[in-house]
């Protein structure tokens, strides 16, 4: 095999995967499916979360359903590029808390041959799509939309319907917070 071969070869590697979808719709559980994968076949991964999500426990990602795996916690994208090592997988969770920084990076990251799993929530309570997320799911090789079950009706729920009173669009919380809904049953 040609020098040029192997370098092609090795950044054909490289890719985003975006897994999108409602609150209580599986994202995470997916994101920790395809990571342990990752880690049954040996391959170098690292994993990062917004350090603002505390919600289960400040140095893992964890599931509704109590899934976890270590994570590193992060305030900005910036950090990701010192923290990799030698990966070749990046594990992304709650990415719509992330700036535009983390763009370019997944970017960089990607074009150097490196996989990237990104994870999150695709529309805010409001209904609108949320933060970088649509920016992510434009520049992504694979998108994995998920969904919740509507607690309304039992259709399948896209919407992450804010129960309690803060208008504040960052306002982390689990189901004393937010409810799934469907697109019938969502009423902003």
Partial sequence: MCLNSEISANISKGAIEVI????????????????????????????FKPDIDKRYDKKKIVSHDKNNIRAIPIKNANEILALIKNANVVGI???????SRLISICNKLANSGIRVVI???????????FGIMPSLLAIAEKITKVHAICVACGEDANYSFRINENSQLINIGEKDKYRPLCRNCFKP
Avoid at 25 to 45: D, H, Q, W
Avoid at 93 to 99: G, N, S, V, Y
Avoid at 119 to 129: A, E, W
């Fill in 20 to 47: 999108c979808g409602s609150m209580f719709s599986g994202k995470t559980e997916e994101l920790l499916r395809r990571l342990k994968r990752v880690e049954l076949a040996n391959i170098k991964f690292v994993v």
């Fill in 93 to 99: 969770d709650e990415a719509q808390f992330f700036d």
């Fill in 119 to 129: 994870s999150g929530l695709d529309m805010d309570s409001n209904g609108k799509p």
